[in-house]
Structures are given as structure tokens and as C-alpha cells.
């Protein structure tokens, strides 16, 4: 008989001790060289290349955000700059009897920082340098010039002033930081402006009072364009200058911008500059300042007061 207990066995009269039930015995991983596996692992080729492509769009992110909240406050000080240039150009007006500063007319007077005219023999030619607007308006805004160098030209601004002075005074005429709607405000004697009113022929002449020359003329004060953000490659070295004192409109007797804005070509849009995110820094008439997407200024409502529709073109 075989009797089975719980510490002992008995096999035909004999006693056996229990077996225990033996335990597992743990078999350790191994690594490719026999050597036991880490309890942790390391991250994996895939898993790296996914952080540093996390960290990479986190960098470019911010930069990307810094560099709009940086573009967003030199918009808003040429916005303000642009301001004082529209309020210096009403000055002129109102001190001169409700006269509009012309855009370019030779014979006239203009004035240095010190007060004294700028002399005819100077670097460009004074005759050049005066019959410019920037230099006439420059007393309406306290004869600081800075106030039309703002944004990208003030560094040009900075290195004018630092270097000769006769330079100073011609280049601060030709690079502003925005440019005239002379053709259709004010009159550009180089743009059919000035012309007698007769013809030989003791005719009318048709093309004599084409654009505005006095604020009582004005009939679209808050639409009309008197300066925007201008850009010109017109320069010594062919660069590109953020800054030009002229501006053509996209109509006159026949088209003058591309159809499509190219920041390498100035010309090709009527020398507006484009230069935050597709606008412009626009004042009007009526002192209001506004940033514009460049092409809604396609409109030639927006540049001569007596035109009706957006393709409106000038025909004597």
C-alpha cells in the first residue's frame, strides 16, 4: 500500500522525502556579442530623427513668429513716419494758400538743415537736389529729414549722415522712403506737368489741368494716394534702394505696371514697394495712413481724383 503525506512518502515500507517544486531558473537575454541586454534600451535611429525633427519645426517656429512680431513694428513705424510726412505736406499747403508741393519742378527754392539754400555747385547738382520734393518739404517736418527715412532706409539715413554732406544732400532727394504720387497730385514737370494752358494754335490745351494742384481741386480726399512705399533699382551699383521719390501709377495714357508685382524689377509696379507680407504703407489726401496690398493699388481710382473706374487711362 502507497501512502501519500504531506512531507514524506512511503514506497513499500520505505520512506521518501517530498520534492518541492522547483523553480524557474531565469535565462538572461543576451546582446549580439553574448553579453547581457541593458534593462533599458537605447532610443533607435527612427526615434532620434523624430525628435530633432520636433526640435527643428519648434526653432523655425519661433523664428518664424519673431520674425513677423519684427516686421509688424517696422511697418508700424513707418505707418507713423508716414504720418508726419502727410501732415508736413498738408503744412506746405495751407502756408501756401492752398497750393500742393510739386513732385519735381525746377526754380525752386529749397532749404538745407541749417536754413541756408542749397547751393547750385554741390555733389548732383543743386538745381537737381531742389527741384525735388524731399528737400522743400523737409522744413514741415522740422527740418529733420530722418522723418522720411524710416524702416529699411534708416540705415541709409544713419550712413548719409556720417559721410559728406553734399552726398547727404543728394541722395536724401532720390531715396526717401516713400515716394510721390506727382504725376496726378502736385504735378511732376517731368511727367507732362507745367505745361501752358494754350497750344500755338491759341487752343485749350487738353493736358494742362490733368492732375491736382490745389486742396480746394480735390473731390476723393480719403481715396487719392499722395506717397507710399516706394523701391527703385535706379541706384549706383544697380542694387535695390527701399526708397525712391517718385512713383508712376498703373495707368497714364496707357499701361505702365506688369501684371504681376516683382520685387526685383521696381519699375515694373510703378516703383511701390511691397515690402510687408504683399503691402504697402499708403497715405492719402485726407491725412489717413493705411497699409494696402499691393495689388488693390492696380486701382486708378486710388492715384487720379477724376477717375472713374479701376483701368481708367488719361485721354486728351
Do not use: H
Amino acid at each position: 500500500m502507497q501512502t501519500v503525506g504531506a512531507q514524506s512518502v512511503k514506497v513499500q515500507g520505505k520512506p521518501i522525502a517530498a520534492a518541492s517544486s522547483p523553480r524557474p531558473t531565469p535565462v538572461p537575454s543576451a546582446t549580439g556579442n553574448g553579453q547581457p541586454a541593458s534593462r533599458f534600451r537605447g532610443f533607435t535611429i527612427v526615434e532620434l530623427l523624430a525628435v530633432v525633427g520636433v526640435i527643428v519645426l519648434l526653432v523655425a517656429l519661433s523664428a518664424s513668429a519673431v520674425t513677423a512680431v519684427q516686421r509688424t513694428a517696422r511697418q508700424a513705424t513707418e505707418l507713423a513716419a508716414l504720418r508726419g510726412a502727410v501732415q508736413g505736406w498738408t503744412g506746405y499747403s495751407l502756408d501756401n494758400g492752398g497750393a500742393l508741393i510739386p513732385g519735381f519742378l525746377p526754380g525752386l527754392p529749397a532749404y538745407q538743415r541749417s536754413g541756408e539754400l542749397i547751393p547750385t555747385q554741390t555733389y548732383g547738382g543743386g538745381a537737381n537736389i531742389a527741384s525735388r520734393w524731399p528737400w522743400r518739404l523737409s522744413p514741415y517736418l522740422g527740418g529733420d529729414m530722418r522723418a522720411l527715412f524710416a524702416g529699411p532706409q534708416a540705415d541709409m539715413w544713419s550712413k548719409l549722415e556720417n559721410g559728406d554732406p553734399e552726398q547727404l544732400l543728394y541722395f536724401a532727394s532720390l531715396y526717401p522712403s516713400f515716394g510721390m504720387n506727382s504725376t496726378w497730385v502736385g504735378g511732376d514737370s517731368e511727367r507732362l506737368g507745367f505745361l501752358p494752358g494754350t497750344l500755338q494754335n491759341g487752343q485749350p490745351n487738353p493736358l494742362a489741368n490733368f492732375y491736382v494742384r490745389r486742396l480746394a481741386m480735390v473731390r476723393n480726399p480719403a481715396r487719392v494716394v499722395v506717397f507710399a512705399s516706394s523701391r527703385t533699382n535706379a541706384t549706383v551699383d544697380g542694387g535695390i534702394a527701399e526708397g525712391y521719390f517718385r512713383l508712376e501709377s498703373p495707368m497714364f495714357m496707357q499701361p505702365q505696371w506688369q501684371e504681376r508685382y516683382d520685387a526685383d524689377a521696381p519699375a515694373s509696379f510703378g516703383n511701390v514697394s511691397a515690402r510687408y507680407r504683399d503691402e504697402a504703407c499708403v497715405g492719402t489726401i485726407d491725412g489717413a495712413v493705411e497699409a494696402v496690398g499691393v495689388n488693390a493699388l492696380r486701382d486708378m481710382r486710388r492715384w487720379a481724383d477724376q477717375a472713374d473706374r479701376v483701368d481708367w487711362l488719361l485721354q486728351p
